[in-house]
């Protein structure tokens, strides 16, 4: 089976300049082909596939104008066009909106699906050499890809994509339900007991040091260095509330798994429910991300997740012959 660990990494002046070189061409090669494809489109009827931007890819890096192109790793390109292709995809059949044009000044990543290797405690990338890495357990198993990322905060991070051995999970366990709220974030019944886990509102928690930094942002004269210095100190916030529910949410999943054989859950309309004026409590909350984070780890473990659906008429049943009133 494949696993997933992602690691902070610290790369040092000359590789975070070559970083940014492939930031740059991979997003160009996307919105180029976006827009080519966009406009073939609308003549012709006919989008681009994947062997055909790869193939004028190919051509395109022989021109003069282009040639910069080569000076990152083709594979990454390539892997930027197969992403691209995924996008359509998922956009035909309704899993996602169509595919925007990328942005500079938004999160940055880009893909290595080849030669790619821990070494000396570190994590060797093609064209960059080995990258100083925090890596907080052993990767046995074959590398099969790895996606750096930078934040807004330019902090560097990679997800390592690795072959492992399946996990041998005891076969023995509660079978619980959970019940998601906002007064308390998880009510968990095994059939005894009752247990009730509280929400902690991050956004609600740094409010107060979120108004002051975007008070201040407010004041600084755009295009100065100044508001540049602000707009990353408002985007540490941000990055501190995303981190603390993660965290959170990381932590309950693991134990509610660790607890449970089988977990029942409702399947809820959360971008409903994101549109009424409890928006910022339910959001706060994360039920997404918490459910996200059960499915994966009781799949991973070979556990089951049971979604009820959220029109089953649970309190119209009778609970002895479950007669439905």
């Given amino acids: 089976m494949l696993d997933t660990l992602k690691v902070r990494i610290y790369p040092n002046k000359e590789q975070r300049e070559a970083l940014a070189k492939s930031f740059g061409c991979s997003r160009f090669v996307f919105n180029y082909y976006l827009n080519k494809t966009n406009n073939q489109y609308q003549e012709t009827g006919k989008s681009m596939s994947y062997c055909d931007m790869a193939k004028d890819l190919t051509q395109l890096k022989k021109l003069p104008d282009y040639e910069w192109l080569t000076e990152v790793t083709a594979a990454t390109l390539q892997q930027t066009l197969k992403n691209l292709e995924s996008a359509f995809n998922n956009f035909f059949v309704l899993r996602a909106r169509f595919p925007k ?52 905060t330019d902090k560097y991070f990679a997800a390592i994509l690795f072959e492992t051995d399946d996990l041998t999970s005891s076969k023995e366990g509660k079978i619980s339900s959970i019940d998601l709220g906002l007064s308390s974030l998880v009510t968990v019944f095994d059939g005894e007991k009752f247990d009730k886990v509280d929400p902690i509102k991050p956004t609600r928690k740094y ?75 339910v959001l706060d909350a994360g039920w997404g991300m918490l459910l996200n984070f059960i499915c994966y780890k009781l799949d991973r473990e070979g556990k089951i997740l049971v979604q009820v659906d959220r029109f089953f008429p649970s309190t119209k049943l009778c609970n002895g012959c479950f007669f439905q009133e």
Avoid at 128 to 150: D, R
Avoid at 245 to 262: G, M, P, T
Wanted: glycine content about 4%; aromatic content about 2%.
């Fill in 207 to 281: 409010a107060k040091r979120l108004r002051r930094r975007q008070q201040a942002l407010s004041r600084k004269l755009k295009g100065s260095n100044n508001r540049k210095k602000t707009v990353k100190r408002v985007a540490r916030v941000h990055e501190k509330i995303a981190n603390t529910r993660q965290d959170f949410l990381h932590k309950l999943s693991r134990k509610l798994v660790d607890e449970n054989q089988v977990i029942i859950a409702e399947n809820l309309c959360i971008k409903g429910l994101a549109r009424t004026k409890l928006a910022k409590s």
């Fill in 101 to 152: 044009f990328k942005s500079k000044h938004r999160k940055q990543s880009i893909r290595y699906p080849e030669s790619c290797s821990i070494k000396n405690g570190g994590l060797k990338l093609p064209k960059l050499g080995i990258v100083k890495a925090s890596i907080s357990k052993s990767i046995n198993g074959k590398i099969k890809s790895v996606t750096v990322s930078q934040t807004s």
